[in-house]
């Protein structure tokens, strides 16, 4: 069955950095559209970014240009979240999702449980 196992996680500092990965399994990895996708306590769930099958087309929410990057690596079945200058706004639960073939980047049938970011001083 499908699984998306999520993890780097953790409390850091503003300004601080932290590395997500999401390891799938039960499906071929490559030929997915994957995103992240964040929430906070109190709110709905954000998309942050999503990443095409071959690598080489991302999209970003704007609050995070310029400070998140996303990655995948087909060879390891891994989804990765590089997280720079990390603001107390950028606090919530993220996990990956798993998109539909043929759908919009927003469109997903299977998550992760998430792990969670804590950006405080």
């Known amino acids: 069955q499908v699984q998306l196992v999520e993890s780097g996680g953790g409390l850091v500092q503003p300004g601080g950095s932290l590395r997500l990965s999401c390891v799938a399994s039960g499906f071929t990895f490559s030929r997915y559209y994957m995103s992240w996708v964040r929430q906070a306590p109190g709110k709905g769930p954000e998309w942050v970014s999503g990443i095409n099958t071959g690598g080489g087309f991302t999209r970003y929410v704007d609050s995070v240009k310029g400070r998140f990057t996303i990655s995948r690596d087909n060879t390891k079945n891994t989804l990765y979240l590089q997280m720079n200058s990390l603001k107390p706004e950028d606090t919530a639960l993220y996990y990956c999702?798993?998109?539909?073939?043929?759908?919009?980047?927003?469109?997903?049938?299977?998550r992760g449980q998430g792990t969670q970011v804590t950006v405080s001083s």
């Open positions: 999702t798993k998109g539909l073939i043929g759908r919009g980047p927003y469109d997903y049938d299977y």
